[in-house]
C-alpha cells in the first residue's frame, strides 16, 4: 500500500486532455511539493515535474502539474500515443523521513 | 550531459550478495547526493535512501536496513548498492537517481531541501533465483 495515492489506470484518446490525481496527507502534500516521473515502457523513470507545477527543459508545456492541500494533478493535454506510460507521483514525507511515491499511474492512449 | 551508467544485469543465488555500480559523469561528483530506488516487477517505486557522496554518509530507509550498503568511489565517480544474503524477494530493478535542486542548491554532497530526482541510472536487474 503507498503512502500516496493514485488510481491504477487512465485512458485517452489523441488529442484529449487527461488528469492523473495523487492524493497525500499533512505529512508529504500538506508540507512539501509535488513531483511526477514518467515512467515509458521498459526504461528508467525521468523527471516530469518538480515544486508541483515546474518543467524541466525539454518537457512539453502539455504536461503541467498542480498542487492543492494535500492533493497534487498531473494534466496532459493534446495527448499523443508517445505518452503511453507508467506516471508516478512523489514527496518528501516528513513523518517518514524519506520520499514516497505513489503507486503509479497507466497511462494508455486508445 | 549529466548521466548515470548503471552496471549490467546480475543473477545470483539466495544468500549471495551482490554489488551494482552506478558512474557518473557530467557533473561535480561530490557536490550532489546520491539516491537509490527500487522497483519489484510489475510494482511501483522505492525509495532506498541516499548517501551524501562528499563525505561517504549514507541514509537508509525504513526497510532497507542491515543487508543494504551505500558506498563510493569519488577517483572514479561510481556510487555503489551492495546487498548481501539475497532473497528471492530482493529481485527488482534497482536505479540510482541522482539528487537535483534549484541552482546553487547542491554542493559537499548535499542538495537542500527542496530537491527532487534527476538524472537516472538506466537500472540493473537483479535475479534472485536458486
Known amino acids: 500500500q503507498s503512502v500516496l495515492t493514485q488510481p491504477p489506470s487512465a485512458s485517452g484518446t489523441p488529442g484529449q486532455r487527461v488528469t492523473i490525481s495523487c492524493s497525500g496527507s499533512?505529512?508529504?502534500?500538506?508540507?512539501?511539493?509535488a513531483y511526477w516521473y514518467q515512467q515509458l515502457p521498459g526504461t528508467a523513470p525521468k523527471l516530469l515535474i518538480y515544486k508541483n507545477d515546474q518543467r524541466p527543459s525539454g518537457v512539453p508545456d502539455r504536461f503541467s502539474g498542480s498542487k492543492s492541500g494535500t492533493s497534487a494533478s498531473l494534466a496532459i493535454s493534446g495527448l499523443r500515443s508517445e505518452d503511453e506510460a507508467d506516471y508516478y507521483c512523489a514527496a518528501w514525507d516528513d513523518s517518514l523521513r524519506g520520499w514516497v511515491f505513489g503507486g503509479g499511474t497507466k497511462l494508455t492512449v486508445l | 550531459q549529466v548521466q548515470l551508467v548503471q552496471s549490467g544485469s546480475e543473477l545470483k543465488k539466495p544468500g549471495a550478495s551482490v554489488k551494482v555500480s552506478c558512474k557518473a559523469s557530467g557533473y561535480t561528483f561530490t557536490s550532489y547526493a546520491m539516491n537509490w530506488v527500487r522497483q519489484a516487477p510489475g510494482q511501483g517505486l522505492e525509495w532506498m535512501g541516499w548517501?551524501?557522496?562528499?563525505?561517504?554518509?549514507?541514509t537508509y530507509a525504513q526497510g532497507f536496513t542491515g543487508r543494504f550498503v551505500f558506498s563510493l568511489d569519488t577517483s572514479v565517480t561510481t556510487a555503489y548498492l551492495q546487498i548481501s544474503s539475497l532473497k528471492a524477494e530482493d529481485t527488482a530493478v534497482y536505479y540510482c537517481?541522482?539528487?537535483?535542486?534549484?541552482?546553487?542548491?547542491?554542493?559537499?554532497?548535499?542538495?537542500?531541501?527542496?530537491?527532487?530526482?534527476?538524472?537516472w541510472g538506466q537500472g540493473t536487474p537483479v535475479t534472485v533465483s536458486s
Open positions: 537517481a541522482r539528487a537535483d535542486a534549484s541552482p546553487g542548491e547542491c554542493s559537499n554532497g548535499v542538495c537542500l531541501a527542496p530537491n527532487w530526482f534527476d538524472p
Open positions: 499533512s505529512s508529504n502534500f500538506g508540507r512539501d511539493y
Open positions: 548517501i551524501n557522496t562528499n563525505t561517504g554518509n549514507p
